[in-house]
Protein backbone atom coordinates (compact mmCIF):
# COMPACT_ATOMS: atom_id res chain seq x y z
CA UNK A 1 0.00 0.00 0.00
CA UNK A 2 1.10 3.52 -1.04
CA UNK A 3 4.23 2.10 -2.66
CA UNK A 4 6.22 0.49 0.76
CA UNK A 5 7.33 -3.01 0.68
CA UNK A 6 6.04 -4.96 3.60
CA UNK A 7 9.68 -6.35 6.10
CA UNK A 8 9.94 -10.20 5.39
CA UNK A 9 8.71 -11.93 8.39
CA UNK A 10 10.91 -13.75 10.50
CA UNK A 11 12.16 -17.02 9.40
CA UNK A 12 10.50 -20.39 11.00
CA UNK A 13 14.72 -21.18 12.06
CA UNK A 14 14.44 -18.72 14.25
CA UNK A 15 12.72 -20.41 16.69
CA UNK A 16 12.02 -23.50 15.53
CA UNK A 17 9.47 -25.73 16.76
CA UNK A 18 7.72 -23.54 19.33
CA UNK A 19 4.60 -22.26 19.26
CA UNK A 20 1.09 -23.33 21.24
CA UNK A 21 1.13 -27.31 22.48
CA UNK A 22 5.03 -27.82 22.32
CA UNK A 23 6.85 -29.54 24.32
CA UNK A 24 9.77 -27.69 25.71
CA UNK A 25 12.82 -27.76 27.89
CA UNK A 26 13.73 -24.44 29.68
CA UNK A 27 17.32 -23.46 30.06
CA UNK A 28 19.85 -21.04 31.22
CA UNK A 29 21.50 -18.65 28.77
CA UNK A 30 23.82 -16.10 28.97
CA UNK A 31 21.40 -13.34 27.75
CA UNK A 32 19.10 -12.91 30.45
CA UNK A 33 15.81 -14.34 31.81
CA UNK A 34 14.79 -16.10 34.87
CA UNK A 35 17.27 -18.99 36.52
CA UNK A 36 14.98 -21.95 36.85
CA UNK A 37 16.12 -25.08 38.90
CA UNK A 38 16.79 -27.78 37.17
CA UNK A 39 15.71 -27.12 33.55
CA UNK A 40 11.93 -27.81 33.59
CA UNK A 41 10.06 -29.37 31.06
CA UNK A 42 7.02 -28.04 30.24
CA UNK A 43 4.10 -27.48 27.10
CA UNK A 44 3.95 -23.93 25.74
CA UNK A 45 0.14 -23.36 26.48
CA UNK A 46 0.08 -19.05 25.07
CA UNK A 47 2.13 -16.71 24.11
CA UNK A 48 3.78 -14.93 26.72
CA UNK A 49 3.61 -10.85 27.53
CA UNK A 50 4.79 -9.31 24.08
CA UNK A 51 4.63 -5.65 25.61
CA UNK A 52 8.23 -5.28 24.84
CA UNK A 53 7.14 -5.46 21.08
CA UNK A 54 5.79 -2.18 19.41
CA UNK A 55 2.62 -3.84 18.11
CA UNK A 56 0.62 -7.26 19.33
CA UNK A 57 1.06 -9.65 17.01
CA UNK A 58 3.04 -8.29 14.68
CA UNK A 59 6.31 -11.17 14.69
CA UNK A 60 7.85 -13.73 16.63
CA UNK A 61 6.14 -13.86 20.54
CA UNK A 62 9.32 -12.71 22.73
CA UNK A 63 7.78 -15.10 25.28
CA UNK A 64 5.62 -17.82 26.14
CA UNK A 65 3.67 -19.31 28.77
CA UNK A 66 4.94 -22.85 30.12
CA UNK A 67 2.86 -25.01 31.81
CA UNK A 68 4.59 -27.77 34.01
CA UNK A 69 3.69 -31.18 34.94
CA UNK A 70 5.86 -30.93 38.57
CA UNK A 71 5.54 -27.08 40.51
CA UNK A 72 8.69 -25.87 39.35
CA UNK A 73 11.32 -23.18 41.47
CA UNK A 74 14.10 -20.86 40.47
CA UNK A 75 17.61 -20.88 41.44
CA UNK A 76 16.97 -18.51 44.59
CA UNK A 77 14.34 -20.73 45.96
CA UNK A 78 11.01 -18.71 44.42
CA UNK A 79 8.10 -21.13 43.51
CA UNK A 80 6.53 -23.75 43.41
CA UNK A 81 5.09 -22.37 40.24
CA UNK A 82 2.43 -24.28 38.00
CA UNK A 83 2.69 -21.68 35.27
CA UNK A 84 5.60 -19.26 34.04
CA UNK A 85 6.30 -16.56 31.19
CA UNK A 86 9.90 -17.87 29.31
CA UNK A 87 11.61 -16.41 27.28
CA UNK A 88 11.64 -17.34 24.36
CA UNK A 89 15.63 -17.88 23.54
CA UNK A 90 15.29 -19.79 27.50
CA UNK A 91 13.09 -22.66 25.62
CA UNK A 92 14.32 -25.53 23.60
CA UNK A 93 11.79 -27.85 21.56
CA UNK A 94 12.04 -31.69 22.40
CA UNK A 95 10.68 -34.76 21.21
CA UNK A 96 8.42 -36.73 23.61
CA UNK A 97 9.77 -40.23 24.73
CA UNK A 98 8.38 -42.87 22.22
CA UNK A 99 5.36 -44.58 23.36
CA UNK A 100 7.27 -48.36 24.39
CA UNK A 101 3.23 -50.10 24.79
CA UNK A 102 2.43 -51.27 21.72
Not at 2 to 24: K, M, N, Q, T, Y
Not at 54 to 73: C, I, Q, R
Not at 74 to 97: M, W, Y
Amino acid sequence: MFGRRRSPSPEPSDHPGLGIGALVQVVDTDRGGERWAGEPIGVIVAPGGNQHVGLPGVGEPLSWTVAFDDAVYTKDGRGPFERATVLSRQLVPIQPAPDTEA
